[in-house]
């Protein structure tokens, strides 16, 4: 049987206002990044579309960058088809809705009136592709202010299903993860929910690619 494709994202994503200003968010990549590595160092042949960070791709893993959640959104879609997609990014879901060419001047009534546009929400959209071209397996995550397992939970199945998609792996960012080198994160599926402790995120995610690798290994047999 052939290497499964999984295409992955990582990272912030940058939303630019001007020449030297932008929106964006505190992800360093790191969870993605050693999803990725872990997922091929299991026999995957895995797409990485990662925002801007300061990581070594891991060997054996394409990487295509982008800034924008529009232009991770157009290299998603143009990596496909795919066996999985896992968004492990930190989309940004809104960008300023002018890119101006020059920078914006600060005694300008711009700053105070700034508008938003809304952008595209990569997980649902894969999660929504007509069957045959969506991937068999599409997980997000979820990045809370919960420390309540039990709320945490209810969060992810309220997430799941907003978003279509078939696992959730969340995790609460109150406390240093965002940046950090540690997580401690639940997996939801529609079936089950089980706990990864509070582990380095290589840990972590060598755990995560077991499981895709399992889940993958299934959905390909049937
Ligand atoms: N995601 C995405 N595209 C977006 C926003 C989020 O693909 N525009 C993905 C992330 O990669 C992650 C999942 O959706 O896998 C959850 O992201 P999160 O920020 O937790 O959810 P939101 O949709 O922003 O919901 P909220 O912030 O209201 O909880």
């Known amino acids: 049987m052939s290497a499964p494709h999984i295409i992955l994202t990582a990272g912030p994503t940058i939303e630019p206002l ?9 992800s360093s990549g790191k969870q993605g990044y050693a999803l ?5 160092a299991r026999g995957a042949r895995v797409t990485l579309v ?24 157009a290299a998603v879609e143009a990596a496909l088809p795919a066996d999985a997609f896992i968004g492990v990014a930190a989309v ?15 005694d300008k009534a711009g700053f105070a009136n700034l508008k938003l546009a809304e952008n595209p929400d990569i997980l649902r959209t894969i999660a929504h592709l007509p069957p045959g071209r969506r991937p068999a397996l599409v997980i997000g995550f979820a990045a809370e202010t919960e420390a309540d397992p039990v709320a945490l939970e209810t969060l992810a199945h ?16 109150s406390e240093g993860v965002m940046g ?5 994160v639940l997996v939801v599926s529609k079936e089950e929910t089980s706990k990864i402790p509070h582990a380095d995120k ?3 995610a060598a ?7 399992a889940l993958l290994g299934n959905h390909r047999k049937v």
């Open 50 to 73: 990662s925002g801007p960070v300061h990581l070594e791709t891991p060997p054996g893993v394409i990487r295509i960058d982008v800034e924008t959640a529009c232009e991770m959104m």
């Open 202 to 204: 290589s840990a972590i």
């Open 207 to 213: 755990q995560l690619a077991g499981t895709v690798m």
């Open 36 to 40: 990725a590595g872990a997922l091929t």
């Open 180 to 184: 950090g080198d540690n997580n401690t």
């Open 158 to 173: 309220q997430k799941m299903r907003r978003k279509g998609c078939d696992m959730i792996i969340a995790n609460d960012v």
């Open 18 to 26: 001007d020449p030297v200003r932008f929106l964006s968010n505190r």
């Open 92 to 106: 940004a879901d809104w960008r300023p809705a002018e890119r101006h060419a020059q920078k914006l001047k600060t």
